[in-house]
Nanobody, 127 residues
Framework: QVQLVESGGGLVQPGGSLRLSCEASGFTLDYYAIGWFRQAPGKEREGVSCISTKGDSTYYADSVKGRFTISRDNAKNTVYLQMNSLKLEDTAVYYC????????????????????WGKGTLVTVSS
């Protein structure tokens, strides 16, 4: 079965850190750029970050730049999102997805050729 599974979400205080994982099963992530998205209650989905197939290019939305780091371990078929200095406004369900490629346009990340989505993991930042 082809699927993406996110994990690592949870409850954290402002200023804290979490590391999210996106693991693929049934296919290899090697051929895809991987993006992270989030959707807060009542808000539109936001593209947060993207990493190229080989991991040599990374892209971040202005809202997370300098605080989040995306990485990948193709041997483990997994992509990570390290989130530091978390803010209340980072509270959302975080999703990963596979893409053909990504680019930066203005302060946002553009994703092209989206294929598969995970079901998400909830991140709650609260004191």
């Amino acid at each position: 079965q082809v699927q993406l599974v996110e994990s690592g979400g949870g409850l954290v205080q402002p200023g804290g850190s979490l590391r999210l994982s996106c693991e693929a099963s049934g296919f290899t992530l090697d051929y895809y750029a991987i993006g992270w998205f989030r959707q807060a209650p009542g808000k539109e989905r936001e593209g947060v970050s993207c990493i190229s197939t080989k991991g040599d290019s990374t892209y971040y939305a202005d809202s997370v730049k300098g605080r989040f780091t995306i990485s990948r371990d193709n041997a483990k078929n997994t992509v990570y999102l390290q989130m530091n200095s978390l803010k209340l406004e980072d509270t959302a369900v975080y999703y990963c997805a596979t893409h053909e490629f990504c680019t930066i346009v203005g302060g946002g990340v553009n994703f092209y050729g989206t294929h598969s989505w995970g079901k998400g993991t909830l991140v709650t930042v609260s004191s």
